[in-house]
C-alpha cells in the first residue's frame, strides 16, 4: 500500500493550484538525464499508473522522470519553468510505483526570472533543503516562503524516478496592468482563485471549475455523488481580488444525464478569519444570483438577474439537488477600495 512520507496535517493540496502542471504551460526546460523516462511525464495532472510488462527500447516504461544508475560522483536534477510565478506553499515528489529506483533523498532550488529563462548567473536560492524520500509514496513538504519564484530546480540524489513533481501554491498576477473598470474572471485559478470547500466532489475535484478553457471530459470538473438525503450540494470560492461581479458564466460542459436542475449563487465580503471557518461564514451569504434552471453540456451565462450586492471576496455556487459542474467563471471589476 502507497504511504505518505511526512503527512502535513491541515494542508489540502486540492485548495491550492498546482503550478507545475503541464496542461497550465509548467515545462522542463533543461535534464541531466531521462534515459528511462522522459522528463515531462512528471509534470502530468493525471495521476501516475503501472504498465505491467511494457518495456520500450530503454527499459521498463514508468510514468514518470527517471534517470540512468549513476556511476560518477554527481547527482541528476530538472529545471522546471512554472506555468505562471507564484507564492509558494508546498512540494510534493511524488514517488509513486518507483519501488528499487526511486531517489534515497532530493532538494529543490528556486529563481526568480523577470524575462526568459535562467543561465549561467542566475541566483539561485535553496527553498527546501535535502529531505529523505520513501518509495512508492507521496513525500509532501510545505515550504516557508513568501517570496515569489518562476523557476525550479529538482535535484536527486543521486539518480532514480520520480512519478509527479507537485508545486501547489498562489499565481502572482500583476493587478497593476490591470485598466481601472477592466473585467476580469475573479474566480480564474490562474488569477489567484481558490477553491475552499465543498459539500461532496466524489467523481470530481472542486478546484476543476476554476481552470482555464472549457473541461475535457466529465472527469475535468466537479461532480458530487448522487443526493439521497434531502439538501443540495456547494462548492465556496475564494476570489482572486475583492470585486464586484456583473456577469457569471456557468457551464454543464459534458454533463448531461447528471448535470444540476438548477443553481444559485450566495457572496460575501468577508473580513478576517480563516480558509477552515469560512463554511459556517456562507451560512449568512447574501444572493448573488436567485435560483436559476441549468440546462445539460451547456454554458449559462447570467447578468440581468445578478443581485447587486456590492463587493465580495467569496462566493457560494449551490447546485441542486447534485451533479457536475465543468468550469465556473465569475467576472467583475477588481474593488478599488475607494
Known sequence: MMKTQNPVIGFDPEKWLNLADARLGARAISVTDDWFAEVGRMLQPTEPVWKEGVFDDNGKWMDGWESRRKRYSGYD????????????????IDTRYFTGNYPPSASVDACYCEEGDPNSETEWVELLTSVSLSGDSHNLHLISSESQWTHLRLNIYPDGGIARFRVYGTPCKNWGETSPGQRVDLAAAMNGGRAL???DQHYGTMSNILMPGRGINMGDGWETARRRTPGFDWVIIALAQPGTVQQ???DTC???GNYPDSCSITAAYVDGGTDQQIEAQSLYWETLLPSQKLQMDAEHLFEQ??????????VRLNIFPDGGISRLRINGVIDSGE
Open 197 to 199: 470547500a465543498c459539500s
Open 305 to 314: 438577474e445578478l443581485t447587486d450586492i456590492g463587493p465580495v471576496t467569496h
Open 77 to 92: 536534477h530538472a529545471v522546471i519553468r512554472l506555468s505562471s510565478a507564484g507564492v509558494i506553499e508546498a512540494i510534493d
Open 254 to 256: 459534458h454533463f448531461k
Open 248 to 250: 457569471v458564466l456557468v
